[in-house]
């Protein structure tokens, strides 16, 4: 069955500073994996998706993640954190046959401090 | 472009009474449609979801039910609402047959009193 995990249940990250976001997956084929964003009291926001390609993707806002097959992660980064990105972070898989149903992982929550 | 919307934004209402949530997506047809339930602190709880009208898939055992009267209606429901099931409650619509993206609505606030 196909998992997402995201270890982190908070970071808190200087703004200025970089930011790495890590999410590890299970899943028995080539995956679709995601990355959105919840500001408090909102829906989610579709920052980044990887489906095949470059490993590396580039999403909105200057988010980037590194999809590692090997590592069975897809981990988000962003070189410098502005107090705007402070929100909550889902990672999820997907199939890439057919109807398939996300996964999401339990979510990050960001604190930007000054 | 497509858009998606869910009411009411926040609803309180007494353990016991009947709930009635709706989710309408504009600017695409026959996508899928899903329920999500948000816990506080909590991660996301796939309820329900639809592929096409009158077709309803349950993810979760409970008093919640849901209906897809029209392509861009959803809607969850509830006879008897327990105080578990307060929460948020996102609705979301992917495209059927791609890559089963999910866009969210803006999501319903409920507290069960």
Same mark, same amino acid.
């Given at each position: 069955a196909q998992s997402v995990t995201q270890p982190d249940i908070h970071i808190t990250v200087s703004e200025g500073a970089s930011l790495e976001l890590r999410c590890n997956y299970s899943y028995g084929a080539t995956p679709y994996l995601f990355w959105y964003v919840q500001s408090p009291g909102q829906g989610l926001q579709l920052l980044l998706k990887y489906f095949s390609g470059d490993t590396l993707v580039q999403g909105i806002k200057g988010f980037e993640a590194e999809f590692k097959r090997s590592q069975s992660s897809f981990n988000l980064r962003k070189p410098s954190v502005h107090w705007s990105d402070a929100a909550e972070y889902f990672c999820a898989v997907g199939g890439n046959t057919g109807f398939q149903k996300l996964v999401f992982g339990t979510g990050t929550r960001l604190l930007v401090s000054p | 472009s497509q858009t998606i919307h869910q009411w009411p934004a926040t609803l309180v209402q007494p353990v016991g009474s009947p709930l009635s949530l709706e989710c309408t997506v504009e600017g695409t047809s026959n996508p899928?449609?899903?329920w999500y339930r948000q816990a506080a602190g909590r991660g996301l709880q796939l309820l329900f979801y639809s592929v096409g009208i009158g077709q309803i898939s349950s993810e979760v055992p409970q008093n919640l039910s849901?209906?897809?009267?029209?392509?861009?209606? =959803?809607? $969850?429901?509830?006879?008897k609402l327990l105080l578990s099931d307060?929460? =948020?409650? $996102?609705?979301?619509?992917?495209v059927r047959g791609a890559s089963n993206e999910q866009y969210f609505g803006p999501g319903t606030r409920?507290?069960?009193t």
């Open positions: - | 899928n449609l899903y849901a209906s897809r009267p029209q392509d861009r209606q =959803f809607i $969850l429901s509830s006879k307060s929460g =948020f409650y $996102l609705c979301a619509w992917s409920l507290t069960v």
